[in-house]
């Protein structure tokens, strides 16, 4: 069975700085893809970045970007210039390319806070 | 702006009732999923569909849980009876698999509260 895990429970970050958020998974499967969702207080899950395992380009969107390391099992979220709307929830998710499951396995979140 | 719709936003209920979440996929996306998320468990799949045909739900109770696609633009999500430990969000997403794993987009949630 596939686990994510997200070892920083908390985190805070001043505005403008960069943070990384870590994500680790477990799979014996090597076609995958990854995920970044973050969620606010509004409860709405948004995607944040997606990566395909068989990519090794790192994926970026704008300020946002993925570290992959496949042979390590990692996945880390480097948000650069951080602003106050980047406070949420960030969970990491997983789910295996291949016909039959589609289950997104998630991790158990990191809650970032950026201050002013 | 495409987007995953739910309702209601909140439902307040007591213990034994009946409890009906809808959800609307973006137009066009023929995967939809049912997520469970609380504080102890996080995220959980409970369901999803694909073409309106039920592939997995092996995460929901069956004895009191039900989910149906009676078309292509509504998905329906049903706790009877409903109890205490239902209290939690409940999420949609959909996704253009087209047989594929593909990205899901989430809905708004539903935070569901049995007292």
């Known amino acids: 069975a596939q686990t994510v895990t997200q070892s920083q429970p908390e985190m805070s970050v001043q505005e403008a700085e960069t943070v990384t958020l870590s994500c680790t998974y477990d799979t014996s499967e090597n076609n995958y893809y990854l995920f970044w969702y973050k969620q606010p207080p509004s409860r709405q899950m948004i995607l944040v970045i997606r990566?395909?395992?068989?990519?090794?380009q790192n994926a970026t969107e704008n300020r946002f970007s993925v570290n992959f390391q496949k042979a390590a099992k990692s996945f880390s979220l480097k948000i650069s210039d951080s602003q106050l709307g980047d406070t949420a929830m960030y969970f990491c998710a997983f789910i295996r390319v291949q016909g039959g499951s589609e289950k997104l396995v998630f991790g158990k979140g990191t809650k970032l806070t950026v201050n002013p | 702006d495409a987007r995953v719709t739910q309702t209601p936003r909140d439902k307040v209920t007591e213990m034994g009732q009946e409890v009906t979440m809808r959800c609307q996929p973006i137009?066009?996306?023929?995967?939809v999923f049912w997520y469970r998320q609380t504080m102890m468990q996080g995220l959980e799949l409970l369901a999803y569909f694909r073409n309106r045909a039920p592939l997995d739900d092996s995460g929901m109770p069956k004895d009191r849980f039900s989910a149906e696609m009676p078309d292509a633009t509504l998905a329906t999500l049903k706790i009877q009876p409903s109890e205490p430990r239902d209290s939690a969000v409940y999420f949609c997403a959909s996704g253009a698999g087209q047989g594929r794993t593909d990205t899901q987009y989430f809905g708004p949630g539903t935070r569901l509260t049995v007292l």
């Open positions: 137009l066009g996306h023929n995967t």
């Open positions: 990566q395909e395992a068989y990519k090794q």
